[in-house]
């Protein structure tokens, strides 16, 4: 072990973060954490585990600190005075074990400031990783970071971290181990290097977190944690186990600490943003010349009400994202889910976050507020101008938490009548309503008790629309409510946890808009062999409900588990404020763990995870003690075991197989009758090299077989990273991918009746697909506060639809196939050959065999070529405040070809129609 005294005037103390992102996060959930096998020569950890109490420090007394520095060298006297914590305890390679490297840390505390300063000792200080990134960017270099949980609570803190190029970085910490690294505070830090290893300095103004001012001595909750590169060494001062869950609820304790004064809390952030736009242009559009440019100024205002709660508002907001969402290629009914990347509400999102079962379904979903406009331009439009987004006219939102555990959330936001310009015949321009004027609003509260081992919260959100008298929005709610409150409760020291959720929907509107949601893909209420719904035509307000409840084994030496059950309502419908795929359904399923993480003689930790779990629809209840009913209406389900591994070299390795039994499938006819889903095995391998190195990599293949839909798929992936230097990185993402479909849904028609799927024909088509894509970025960091970011993502993607067909019967997976023939235009028929032929782009349909056709649909064959980039240029150029240059580019094309041919297709992109945005943004921290 390698320790040394710090110099009563020389203790260099640093903060370097806590990789507490991605890493931490996944170590500590029982989920996803590693295992290893046991050294004999080591305590056992369940053992260190009960053995190990709260570190508990206090702060020396102090008079008032002198001006200090933030040089990344300790020296001035008032360090003498400050409390030093050492003795750090391994948490990887080996937990419980004391640090190989120690760190020593000394603490200040004054009326308007925190000082930090970190000796890291290193008797190799050449293998110190100083790799320069953007600030926040998680990575694998020298850390260095401080926790602190003012109100003692086990719940909410904050991390501030270093890197030993001075990088920074913050987060937020709430539910005890979930990170908002959206959070940013304004401090500052300094590092240097010598012989013994590296120092930081850190000083934390007070303003930036919320604490409770007081006379009396109070008890905060502290720590420290290091990270070294060169032995993948990670280390805390009070140990965060991977055995238990939680962050801030293993914190250590600092007593003796005074602060009497509340800080002043009142900030500005004043901007201006220019832009400009190009891309092609019709030589008869009125609106669109090939280039545009636009400049707004606004401000943004945060204000500390007390020493809890803080009020944020915007005046003419900036709610554009620097980063461009991802292309994908969507088949399904659904819409896809992007993540928010909009400032204004990435911040403090952990506030209204109110998770519901199944994927990213959610309460509340930021990104409907400034949504793409519903509505469009009328049909007999030359020419029009929509806008992309509905504008936002301003938005505030209140956020904090009281020393006693309550914790309060609001938000409003307000976006105005959107309209679109049209041009039609004879010259005549109309200005018509896109999207109509929309109040938001979300109200979250919560209370924890029993040392943040117990807590309650309850959220609401409202929406109303502001509809036109003409009718013309009528097909939309005029107004949506959802509401739910969540409990979770921890015993044994954590190591197990009962936690669930009830949630309600209610909305309302024309019959109109009533009867579109029930038709919905989300609902397909109109299903003709549907036993307990039916689609009600004169209801104004739909309600519904959506509950779960989960036990769980959490802690412990090496196993863990869980089971839950849930339920969905018929009619249960967040869209208008929230985001839900989820049909109505009954739930089930458990999930059991094995961990080892100590290393053994391959594997430095590794676990398996078995889990299964099954939907039902609620007619199985028509007859619920019969096995046939509870088969006939299981909608989703498998059974799937994982492993995952870290080899001794600090090489990665997974692998999964998973079984989906077959199901009956009530969305594939798309509000038809339940068809069979065919049974699906899918295999899933991962390895991955040394992320540390300057040269690392990824490779993963998965492979899926549908028997009975005589499909399946084959995808291989993989990562490449490159570091030539400590300030710049690449890294590609290529992936391939080809799949083969027997059950791709193209359409219905009710020509001729057709009794056995209940009178209406569903077409269907096997689809080959095939995919490339190549996602690539590279980071040059200049220095601590100047960066360059690039983006580019090229996707190809092909569709060939090989062989249509009609569903013979519901609740089957047999298929009348059609036969291609010939097609001749006869006056305004066509006429076939066989059963289905093609003519100028259109495949029409003969299901009599009569010879004339009876139905048509465009073919469906197609070839998307996309490119989506972006590069940023960040400067802060001063603490708090930014300067970005923003370029985004996007390209864009589409053919019917079917098959795919790369050369082709990747020539094709690259003369594919672009447009550029360029983007100037300026904004000034005012701290007051």
């Known amino acids: 072990m390698i320790r040394r005294q710090l110099p009563v005037f020389a203790g260099a103390l640093a903060l370097a973060p806590t990789l507490l992102a991605a890493p931490i996060a996944a170590q500590v959930d029982p989920d996803e954490a590693g295992s290893i096998a046991e050294a004999s020569s080591l305590p056992a950890p369940a053992e260190a585990a009960r053995e190990r109490a709260p570190r508990v420090a206090a702060l020396d007394p102090f008079t008032d600190i002198a001006d200090i520095r933030i040089d990344g060298v300790a020296d001035e006297p008032d360090w003498a005075d400050a409390r030093v914590f050492a003795g750090f305890t391994q948490r990887e390679p080996v937990e419980g074990v004391p640090a190989e490297h120690d760190t020593e840390v000394r603490v200040l505390f004054g009326d308007e400031a925190i000082w930090i300063a970190a000796r890291m000792w290193d008797n190799d200080p050449g293998s110190i990783d100083r790799r320069l990134t953007r600030r926040d960017n998680h990575g694998t270099y020298d850390q260095f970071s401080v926790h602190l949980d003012p109100n003692l609570d086990g719940l909410t803190g904050y991390s501030f971290r270093v890197s030993a190029a001075n990088v920074q970085g913050d987060t937020y910490f709430y539910s005890d181990d979930k990170m908002d690294g959206a959070w940013d505070a304004v401090w500052s830090s300094a590092v240097s290097v010598d012989a013994d290893g590296w120092s930081a300095e850190i000083r934390i103004p007070l303003s930036q977190i919320r604490y409770e001012a007081s006379d009396d001595l109070q008890t905060w909750g502290i720590n420290f944690h290091r990270f070294r590169v060169a032995n993948n060494e990670r280390s805390y001062y009070n140990l965060v186990s991977r055995l238990r869950k939680g962050i801030v609820s293993q914190m250590g304790r600092l007593d003796e600490v005074r602060v009497s004064r509340p800080s002043r809390r009142l900030e500005l952030l004043p901007y201006l943003v220019t832009s400009y736009d190009n891309g092609p242009a019709d030589a008869g559009d009125p609106f669109f010349d090939g280039s545009d440019q636009g400049a707004r100024v606004g401000v943004d205002l945060s204000y500390g009400l007390g020493s809890s709660f803080t009020l944020d508002a915007t005046i003419n907001p900036d709610f554009g994202q620097v980063e461009a969402d991802p292309a994908v290629i969507n088949l399904t009914a659904f819409e896809t889910f992007f993540p928010e990347q909009r400032p204004f509400f990435v911040e403090d999102a952990r506030v209204f976050d109110f998770g519901l079962s199944g994927g990213r379904n959610t309460l509340f979903y930021s990104r409907r507020i400034g949504r793409s406009p519903h509505g469009g331009a009328p049909g007999e439009a030359l020419y029009s101008d929509v806008p992309s987004n509905a504008t936002i006219l301003g938005a505030a939102k209140l956020a904090g938490r009281t020393q006693s555990g309550l914790s309060l959330g609001a938000l409003a936001a307000v976006t105005g009548n959107e309209f679109g310009q049209g041009a039609f015949a004879g010259n005549a321009r109309q200005n018509f309503l896109v999207e109509p004027r929309t109040q938001f609003g979300v109200v979250s509260v919560g209370q924890d008790v029993n040392d943040g081992q117990t807590q309650v919260r309850g959220m609401v959100t409202a929406m109303n629309r502001t509809l036109p008298d003409d009718g013309a929005f009528d097909w939309l709610p005029s107004n949506a409510f959802n509401g739910g409150v969540r409990f979770e409760h921890q015993w044994d020291d954590r190591n197990y946890a009962v936690w669930g959720f009830l949630s309600g929907s209610y909305v309302t509107g024309s019959a109109e808009s009533m009867e579109r949601i029930q038709r919905s893909p989300t609902h397909y209420l109109q299903r003709p062999d549907a036993t307990r719904f039916a689609v ?21 030496e090496h196993w863990t588990a869980s089971i839950w059950a849930a339920e969905v309502s018929k009619l249960f419908e967040v869209n208008d404020v929230g985001f839900s795929t989820n049909a109505e359904r009954l739930d089930g399923g458990f999930r059991v763990g094995y961990r080892e993480i100590q290393p053994g003689s391959v594997f430095r930790d590794y676990n398996f995870t078995l889990s299964s779990f099954h939907n039902w629809s609620h007619e199985a209840l028509d007859d619920m003690w019969s096995v046939d009913s509870w088969h006939n209406a299981r909608t989703n389900g498998n059974y799937s075991l994982r492993f995952n591994g870290t080899f001794l070299n600090n090489w990665g390795f997974r692998t999964s197989v998973r079984y989906s039994p077959q199901k009956m499938d009530r969305r594939n006819t798309r509000g038809g009758p339940m068809m069979v889903g065919p049974a699906n095995v899918n295999y899933d391998a991962n390895v991955n090299s040394d992320w540390r190195k300057r ?18 798929s084959f995808r291989v992936g993989g990562r490449l990273s490159v570091r030539p230097s400590d300030n710049v990185s690449v890294s590609v993402n290529p992936g391939w991918e080809t799949a083969r479909s027997g059950d791709q849904y193209v359409t219905a028609t009710n020509v001729l009746p057709y009794s056995p799927t209940y009178g209406t024909r569903y077409l269907f088509a096997d689809l080959d697909r095939t995919s490339f894509s190549m996602e690539t970025r590279l980071d040059w960091t200049f220095s601590p506060k100047l960066s360059l970011q690039l983006f580019a993502q090229p996707l190809l ?59 048509s649909f465009s073919d469906r064959d197609f070839n998307v070529r996309s490119l989506v980039g972006n590069a940023v240029v960040r400067w802060e150029y001063r603490p708090g ?32 129609p672009a447009e550029n945005r360029f983007i100037v943004k300026v904004n000034y921290w005012l701290g007051l």
């Open 695 to 712: 040269f690392s990599g990824a490779l993963n293949v998965s492979v899926s077989d549908d028997r009975l839909g005589r499909g399946g």
């Open 797 to 855: 993607s092909s569709g060939q639809y090989l062989q249509y067909k009609q569903l013979a019967s519901s609740e089957s997976f047999d298929f009348d196939a059609f036969q291609s023939g010939t097609g001749n235009e006869v006056g305004s028929e066509v006429q076939c050959s066989s059963d289905i032929c093609e003519v100028d782009g259109q495949q029409y349909v003969d299901f009599d065999g009569d010879g004339t056709t009876d139905s």
């Open 881 to 912: 405040s930014t300067i970005f240059f923003v370029w985004q580019r996007q390209q864009a094309g589409r053919t019917s070809y079917g098959d795919f041919d790369f050369g082709r297709d990747l020539g094709a992109l690259w003369g594919a």
């Open 536 to 556: 009600d035509p004169t209801k104004t307000a739909l309600g519904g409900r959506d509950w779960r409840l989960q036990v769980e084994k959490r802690g412990g």
